[in-house]
């Protein structure tokens, strides 16, 4: 379970305080306008920025003192999320050990992996050899090599067009499912918030507010999310 | 690894300002009188005029390759970079085939009764120095224009400008940012260039403080006098390396020198011109090259053995110091670029501030009370070398470093890619390309530099580029070229070797 103890954030004029649990094996949608600090909140959980003060805790334990990688997570950033002069297999392989010395049953899963996610017999392609679609994909199934039990996107398929979106979002869904992991979702679109989490936290004005059932909340907006809405909604 | 970058760049504060504390320590026995004055006079002089000629002549040079395009621009270009990793003795040398006493220019003088032109003094060191560096301010300059958005070129087109307008509009402000960098930077160069003012300079009119400080080593065996010279050096060359490093921000060896041409060259008198300007600047940096290959081929018959035994010493200084600086360059930059502490680029720039002989010199103080310092004058020479030419990989590396973190960084962390597998994974392959070069200009810098070793070697512990300057000082010119020719040989295949060995080894 991950829990935000009292988290404060601040980096130049930005502040961003956030004191919020989220239920086990949760979708989680996090929206408010640019600037408000939806992917700092995700970069302070994934161990990228240093809080200044409160905490981040995992099943009760304090993630601080842990480097990114040693974290209990997974994190899709908007682009670069693979290493364009590594093939696909080697992508993934490093998902399971990072020196990339893999036993012949952990190729096995790489190429499971593969097939899992619809890229059956491309292991041996480059990221430049791919779609935009392709590469996400390659991306989640490195996510369910890892198996960690949370899982952030910051985003990664805001430059696909929706449909190819939609059908990505089903994906994680399924690589979720498949492992029970928590998904902490940035988002600008609320029709991705409604169809993909039940909880939505709104970040906006300093604060992250804490998850609300996401179809109450859009079917009655507070302020801040009308604003962010605008008034045709 | 953010430990070992520490202590690496630690290291290299320690072999920069230990030395230098030696030379000051040491500095008595100045007299800045007589013939001390002279030599910094002198050194002055010549690096100003050089710098002036090298860079007036550089600015036509650099507009007609900017508006032209004609087969073989791209390879001129090439060649305008060469210059960089030349032995200085080898250009010297060429230098002297030309011009000297019993050179092409003066037997034609001769042919039709003029008096001959002496290549020694002043003239000789302006002519080698414009000779080197020319090609260096043209770059520099080049960049300057290329930078110009082709928008404005046309706008101008479109608004009707006649070049008159063209220079007062657009290509003079842009001059004016660039020509300060690029006359500190020759300045920089010129006032440091020890082995010019070794083999061409000399006598009191013509004699720069690096000279006289080597004299008072060789020579007088007067270190405190050497010391005291070298602090004034060192606070020269750290002025003007100062100067040159906030006024300029190309280096001048980047890629990038083609686009398609901008707007419409003029024809008519300003094309003759161009054409003119190129065919001269051409002939200029070519001709001397060309001679020394006619005069050093027939010399490589009567090279003797020792060429053989140098060339290999002078292969084994490079290859070493070419590794130890580029792997001292990679750490430092990748430290800076993940936030480490700000005193670790001063580390790796640093160097630029002392001159290889000062370092020289700073190394004899130190070695000499407990060992003969001829003993150690090839580890010294290999560490000379590695410092001086970290600045410029560490300069090269820096934005590549940074671009590499900001694009992966992140995603390695994630991964828990680190150590050595994030070098091997990541850092390796994705700096390939830049690594290669580095590596080799490292390699051929080291290769040809003459130096430190002059100060220290006696007999027989010599590179190759000081056995060049032997067998010229012993006037036994064919054999001089020859082993000239060999050297600039080594020069460039190392550089080569290295350079197409990270493209070979790039992704991209």
């Given at each position: 379970m991950l829990r935000l103890d009292e988290l404060l954030l601040t980096q130049g004029d930005f502040r961003l305080a956030a004191d919020w649990q989220v239920p086990p094996g949760a979708r989680i949608a996090l929206i408010g306008p640019s600037g408000a600090g939806k992917s700092s909140l995700l970069a302070a959980i994934?161990?990228?920025?240093?809080?200044?003060?409160?905490?981040?805790?995992?099943?009760?334990?304090?993630?601080?003192?842990?480097?990114?990688?040693?974290?209990?997570?997974?994190?899709?950033?908007?682009?670069?999320?693979?290493?364009?002069?590594?093939?696909?297999?080697?992508?993934?392989?490093?998902?399971?050990r990072p020196a990339l010395r893999l036993t012949p049953g952990e190729r096995a899963r790489v190429t499971e992996a593969l097939d899992r996610v619809g890229l059956t017999g491309m292991g041996a392609r480059r990221p430049a050899q791919l779609s935009g679609g392709q590469v996400s994909r390659a991306a989640l199934a490195r996510v369910l090599l890892r198996a960690r039990p949370l899982l952030l996107l910051d985003e990664p398929f805001a430059a696909l067009g929706p449909a190819l979106k939609q059908e990505m979002l089903a994906l994680v869904a399924?690589?979720?499912?498949?492992?029970?992991?928590?998904?902490?979702?940035?988002?600008?679109?609320?029709?991705?918030?409604?169809?993909?989490?039940?909880?939505?936290?709104?970040?906006?004005?300093?604060?992250?507010?804490?998850?609300?059932?996401?179809?109450?909340?859009?079917?009655?907006?507070?302020?801040?999310?009308?604003?962010?809405?605008?008034?045709?909604? | 690894m953010a430990g070992g970058a520490v202590a690496l760049g630690a290291g290299a504060l320690a072999l920069v300002l230990l030395p230098l504390g030696a030379v000051a320590f040491h500095a008595g026995g100045l007299s800045l009188s007589g013939p001390d004055l002279a030599a910094l006079r002198f050194t002055l002089t010549q690096a100003a005029l050089s710098a002036l000629i090298s860079v007036t002549l550089a600015v036509p040079v650099a507009r007609a390759l900017a508006r032209r395009r004609f087969p073989g621009r791209g390879l001129l270009i090439t060649l305008m970079g060469a210059p960089f990793l030349l032995p200085v003795i080898v250009?010297?040398?060429?230098?002297?085939?030309?011009?000297?006493?019993?050179?092409?220019?003066?037997?034609?003088?001769?042919?039709?009764?003029?008096?001959?032109?002496?290549?020694?003094?002043?003239?000789?060191?302006?002519?080698?120095?414009?000779f080197l560096n020319l090609p260096l301010a043209v770059r520099m300059i080049l960049q300057g224009w290329l930078a110009v958005p082709s928008e404005r070129f046309r706008l101008a087109e479109s608004l009707g400008f006649c070049p008159a307008d063209i220079f007062r509009h657009i290509e003079r402000p842009m001059l004016r940012e660039v020509?300060?960098?690029?006359?500190?930077?020759?300045?920089?160069?010129?006032?440091?260039?020890?082995?010019?003012?070794?083999?061409?300079?000399?006598?009191?009119?013509?004699?720069?403080?690096?000279?006289?400080?080597?004299?008072?080593?060789?020579f007088e065996f007067d270190l405190s006098h050497a010391a005291g010279l070298a602090l004034i050096q060192t606070g020269l060359g750290a002025a003007a390396a100062l100067a040159a490093w906030h006024l300029t921000r190309e280096s001048g060896f980047g890629a990038g020198m083609d686009r398609p041409l901008a707007t419409r060259a003029p024809g008519g008198w300003r094309r003759a011109g161009d054409v003119l300007v190129l065919v001269l600047a051409g002939g200029f940096l070519l001709l001397p090259l060309a001679a020394l290959v006619t005069r050093g081929l027939p010399g490589l018959a009567d090279l003797p053995w020792s060429v053989a035994e140098a060339a290999l010493r002078s292969i084994t200084v490079a290859l070493l110091s070419a590794l130890i600086a580029v792997s001292a360059g990679l750490s430092l930059a990748l430290a800076v670029a993940r936030g480490g502490p700000r005193w670790l680029e001063l580390a790796a720039v640093l160097p630029l501030a002392a001159s290889g002989l000062v370092l020289g010199t700073g190394l004899f103080l130190l070695i000499q009370p407990v060992l003969p310092p001829p003993r150690l004058a090839l580890p010294v020479t290999l560490l000379v070398n590695t410092l001086m030419t970290l600045p410029f990989v560490f300069r090269l590396l820096l934005p590549e470093a940074r671009a590499l973190e900001a694009g992966y960084g992140r995603l390695a962390a994630s991964l828990g890619l680190r150590g050595f597998a994030r070098l091997r994974l990541l850092v390796l392959p994705r700096l390939a390309r830049p690594l290669g070069f580095c590596a080799g200009l490292a390699a051929a810098l080291s290769m040809g530099d003459l130096g430190v070793i002059a100060l220290f070697a006696t007999g027989r512990e010599v590179t190759l580029p000081l056995l060049v300057q032997q067998l010229m000082g012993s006037y036994r010119t064919g054999a001089a070229a020859g082993a000239a020719l060999v050297l600039v040989s080594l020069s460039f295949a190392l550089f080569w070797i290295f350079d197409a060995g990270g493209r070979r080894a790039s992704p991209r």
């Open positions: 994934a161990g990228f920025y240093a809080p200044a003060s409160g905490r981040v805790l995992w099943d009760g334990r304090d993630l601080t003192p842990l480097t990114p990688g040693e974290r209990p997570l997974s994190i899709l950033f908007q682009d670069q999320n693979l290493f364009p002069h590594l093939t696909l297999a080697e992508n993934l392989g490093l998902g399971l399924e690589v979720a499912g498949d492992t029970g992991a928590t998904v902490l979702m940035v988002t600008h679109d609320p029709r991705d918030a409604l169809e993909f989490a039940a909880l939505t936290v709104i970040v906006a004005g300093g604060l992250a507010a804490a998850p609300q059932p996401t179809a109450a909340l859009f079917a009655d907006p507070p302020a801040v999310l009308r604003d962010y809405l605008g008034h045709r909604q | 250009a010297v040398l060429a230098l002297v085939t030309v011009f000297g006493r019993a050179g092409w220019l003066n037997s034609l003088g001769a042919a039709v009764g003029l008096p001959p032109v002496p290549v020694y003094g002043l003239h000789g060191v302006l002519l080698a120095h414009v020509l300060p960098g690029a006359l500190a930077t020759v300045f920089a160069i010129c006032l440091t260039s020890f082995a010019v003012a070794l083999t061409l300079g000399g006598g009191p009119a013509a004699t720069t403080l690096e000279l006289a400080i080597y004299q008072a080593v060789r």
